[in-house]
C-alpha cells in the first residue's frame, strides 16, 4: 500500500485539488483585473501540467515509461478534464467550457514534456532502478 501511495498519491492529491478549485462557485472566484483571464487559464494550466506530471510519475515506477503511457496519461488528463468540466456544470455560477478542456489538454502536455525531460532526470538518477 505504501508503495502504491508513493507513486499514485501525488495523481491523487493533484485531482482532489482540482477538483475542490471546481467546486468553488463563480462569485467566489477572484477577479484579476485586466490579468483575470489569463491568470485564470494559466492556473488550469499549471493544474493540469501537475497532473500529467503526476500520473507520468505513478505509471514510470522507475522501470522507464513507453510511448503506450505517454499515451495514456494524455488520455487521462483529457478524461478528468472534461469530468471537471461536466463537474462545474453542477457548481453555482460556473459552466462547462469546451476551450478549458483544450487549454487543460495544453497543460497536459507541457507538463509532460517538462517532467519527462528534467523530472524524471532529477527523480530518478538518485534512486536506483528495481530489477
Known sequence: MKEWLLRWGPALLMMILIFGASASPGTDLPK???????VKKGG??????????????ALNNGKGITRGHLI????????????????????????PSISDVFIDASGS?????LWSLLGSKILYQRRPAKN
Open 72 to 95: 495514456m496519461v494524455a488520455c487521462l488528463t483529457v478524461l478528468y478534464a472534461i469530468s471537471d468540466e461536466a463537474h462545474q456544470r453542477f457548481t453555482p455560477g460556473r459552466s
Open 32 to 38: 484579476f483585473g485586466a490579468w483575470d483571464f489569463f
Open 44 to 57: 488550469h494550466m499549471l493544474g493540469y501540467a501537475m497532473l500529467a506530471a503526476a500520473y507520468y510519475h
Open 109 to 113: 502536455v507541457i507538463g509532460l514534456a
